[in-house]
DNA sequence: ACAGACGGGACTGCCCGTTCCT
DNA sequence: AGGAACGGGCAGTCCCGTCTGT
């Protein structure tokens, strides 16, 4: 039995978050997430010198749980419309659908406003989100598949609009429905840009949800 | 010296609120609450039966304050446009600007994931609002000041993208800079509808912001 | 059930000094002195601030159990000789044979040197109890029972081997082994003082104790 | 660079004994031992097996070290009475005035009521120590220096009469103050024995002193 | 032998919601 | 309405003993 798990910190803060994701943070204690990881509370301060920390580290683990499932996700993928279609579908589901997310993240928006390191620690998370979501839609504007103006001042608006849908949708389930997802994907697209009418004859694009992306 | 004051109830909703506003509701003890009121914890559950009762008395109170806000804010004014801009200025200040207001929400949307009685309020009032911003809309797309295709669609996208720019405004404060309260609301106006070219001689909608009703 | 049990501090005391007597009081945590009592460990907060103060109510609680003891014991008692000798016996009693008190009284020396306060209540209480023997020894010596040099001397040597025997009896149990407890009383009493020849003939003080009263 | 000093244990033993002395034992934990010394805490576990075995090991080193003054003292002196004088002058200034000592033999005689181990230990010293003082008196009184009626008797009573005195001194300085000391020893030795009339014009027995020899 | 890190257990002090009694 | 008391729970701390590597 080895008594140091090599990569005890990180197996602590992946119990941090999948336990602050089904619960308040408040409503957590550091013994429940000691369990969770197999070891007591006292380890803990071995690895973290506080909740607070531990709090820090969970946010870590969402931010790089979050790029490598999207990096993964398009690393096979070449067309530049597609890549970016298909982080907009992993946004949309990771943001808006998985529960567990949507109350972590909102409850660490609450602490943002109280605790400057959190809110530096997600700012920094949300520019190099910003930074992706800008170069892949950069790309796509090169390709000619997207007429966008301002790429900046799109994606800005567009991951926006992507955290407002996540918070209304918790009161107004309808805008999430499943069988919207695809909807919310074509009207973000909307938010970043015009798609030529050339590339409207694509499956994704039918005539029927004009009024969509109409925003 | 009366005892009872004759608004004991909202006085302390009231009192209630703005401790929640300034702190995390968790770190809001009811003795706090009671100080701040003038009375002592014992007294709170004559009126309460829990901190969870207060908590939902808080949130009435927000509803009531902010809804008063509007109207009191519209009552005098006639211009269907004029008034749909008047509201929408007014939620970004409220939900935008105010820290407290933005602090409280954030708390309260983090515990709608918990609480199906907290969820079911804040639903209420939302249901309320875009009721209201419906109504205005309709007002206005009668009287040809703005094209709207599906009021009720609209309203929602508009909605979303304001509690959007809310969190997003946290980590990345030029979002909601002073001088970006403007074109954030002509930003709003554009995802109800499409100004008519008539109409855009108004000073607000000068040629130079035409980027901003590109959306 | 009344809630407020109207003896609750002193109930701790007692419970405390329960505990700290039957083990080391570093030992004694404060949820055992707590269980003991029949509360839970936040109560005790109520009444007594932190586990310091506790330690000194439980050494009041050892006064005053000793002094009421003391007092019940010689109320009825008028003659001078046989008042003392009724307090030397419940002093090797209590200071000697019973293994609780002379656990705490030790652990409480030992804190003594690090805690002023602590320090400071146990000197009153041992002035008070010099005060107490420095009056009886004068009682006998005006009635002639007893040739007393200087009382304040003499009560002070006899209360130090007291202690001393206390002491010394861990390691040596003979010393106070059960049988000796009256040899331990008459050897106390010719500290304080001579026994005229007159009152040897009590039966107290028969011949074959001669060889103590050399002392 | 010797990684092993050649007495570590010793070193170790003495460093506890310091640490103890100056602090509560429960207060003093390994690493600041281990520090004392100039090891780590991992170290001290490859000469004893716990934080128990030092504490013995602290107790024999403080046996050593008594036992090594007072040979080392009287190692030159002839004189019975001398020698026993001595060596009382010693048992006072060790017991009584080091306030090092008295703390830290406190706390074992707290701890001897609680470990078989260490009260066996602490009264093989305390035998050790009373084999001596009966030597030590049975030579003043085969010398004539000291009328000693049961020197095994007077040996128990005068020890018990120090540790006793070390106790109060902690409460009431008076008894023990530097100016005292030799009114100590006089005692000490008055209730071992009586001093013959023919030594009392040694100056150590001033006629001003009967009083004291009373006991 | 020594050093450092880790794991585990325990405990204090504290906070706070709630209830009861006045 | 006031306020004391109660009970549950938790964070942070401490420290012992062990383990691994040097």
Sequence with gaps: MPRTAPYMP????????????GNSIDNVSLDQIAAHAGVTKGSIYCHYKSKHDLILAACSYYYRCYLA?????????????????RVLELSVH???????????TTEIFALSLLHDDIRASWAQFYDSVREMYVGLTAAV???GQLEVEDPCHAVDMMLA??????????????????????????????IL?????????DKNFAPDDERITRN
């Design 10 to 21: 990180r197996k602590l803060a992946q119990a941090a978050f999948e336990q602050f994701a």
């Design 69 to 85: 499932k999207v990096h993964g996700e398009i690393a096979a993928i070449t067309d530049p419309l597609e890549r970016l279609m």
């Design 94 to 104: 990771t943001c808006v659908l998985d529960r567990g997310s949507r109350a972590f």
């Design 141 to 143: 504007k090169s390709s």
């Design 161 to 190: 609009a992507i955290e407002g849908i996540k918070l209304r949708a918790t009161f107004e389930p309808h805008i999430a429905a499943n069988d919207e997802q695809r909807h919310l994907v074509r009207g973000l697209l909307a």
């Design 193 to 201: 840009g015009r798609v030529p009418p050339s590339t409207s004859q």
